[in-house]
């Protein structure tokens, strides 16, 4: 797990709840919020850089900042992601004035920045469009609701809707969009998530595509 | 009406079966498909120019293409459309390869750049989000959905409620996102839009928001 924020470590959670070893991999060796969390949440937990989580993992969770991602990347370094499924839950969010904005959108996206920049890693983009919490627990929201997941590599993509369904997932509510080119629209989604936030009144929603 | 295209026809017919008179206005005042659908529609129904609609219309709809949008109403005209509704159901797509881009996005958007140009107008961003005959007929898709309207003055978004709900839209369905800047959320929601297009397999989706 790259990144210690809340995203990281509500997915590192998770993991361990399933059964799953998990790295939580900070900016720094010696980050003692991660060093704290894995004291706490037990043997199959450990903390470590970013480039030692990258090397524990079969897979690998970017959770860090959008903006800084591919920079935490490089930190780990293609050798050690060579191979690996990369599931990357980061947006490239910025404030700009009162507003949210997007670092990378439109014509490019952080999901094919990182395809590109590691190119024999099986990137997957995932998870981006909600609340940490409905990620790994979506029975918090009512009803029939969906995540999407984009990437080049088909089978990546199938072990992703697996982890996905032990999260709680029903099947039919994960949508594939495609290639990894599709993280534009994901991306470029949460401007319209984040207006949304104040008018629902809580963080715990998420969209249903009804037909 | 500006824009005689499937979404601008699509309102105008609806506007036409809800007892309102239509002016279609296209580019060229003698365009012909704009004067049949003015001959069929009836004695409610006539086309004309830009500025002709414009100077028509007590409320405006921009149908017109995205990125030709601004150009179109500076063909109207400050003076025309001063102190009236502009609803603006525009997105300034363009094909980028084989992706959906935006002309504008991220830092300013289509409905802002309308607002800036038009500041005597009131302008409402809304119904942008959808397939045009869900937009006048909400019940092709079951259940609940929702529609999202913005814009920086009260009383304009009131009477476009108004007009939504004469359209089929339940009023706890519509969607205030608030002020003209927040059509960078809808208009940036488009590249999903698209890219769900062929994975639902019809143009008769919306999104819902559930919590």
């Known amino acids: 797990m790259l990144g210690t924020g809340m995203v990281g470590r509500t997915i590192a959670d ?21 060093q704290e969390w894995a004291d706490l949440a037990g043997p199959s937990a450990r903390s470590g850089s970013f480039a030692q989580a990258g090397a524990f ?25 060579s191979g690996k499924i990369l599931i990357d839950v980061a947006n490239p969010l910025v404030r700009v004035g009162d507003a949210t904005a997007l670092t990378v959108c439109n014509t490019d ?14 990137v997957v983009k995932a998870l981006n469009t909600m609340n940490c919490q409905i990620m790994v627990e979506p029975s918090l929201v009512p009803g029939t609701h969906n995540v999407f997941i984009c990437g080049d590599n088909v089978e990546a993509k199938k072990k992703v809707v697996e982890l996905l369904r032990a999260f709680g997932w029903p099947e039919s509510d994960i949508i594939d969009l495609g290639g990894i ?3 534009r629209g994901t991306e470029m989604y949460l401007p319209l998530w984040v207006l949304l936030r104040p008018t629902i009144g809580t963080a715990h929603y998420n969209l249903r595509i009804v037909s």
């Open 14 to 34: 998770k993991l361990l709840d399933l059964g799953h070893e998990v790295c939580l991999g900070a900016r720094s060796q010696d980050n003692s919020g991660a």
């Open 57 to 81: 993992g079969e897979m690998v969770f970017n959770c860090t900042v959008g903006s800084a991602s591919v920079e935490a990347l490089k930190s780990v370094g293609q050798e050690l992601l």
């Open 109 to 122: 996206s952080l999901g094919e920045q990182i395809q590109q920049e590691f190119p024999s890693s099986l």
């Open 181 to 183: 080119v599709a993280s």
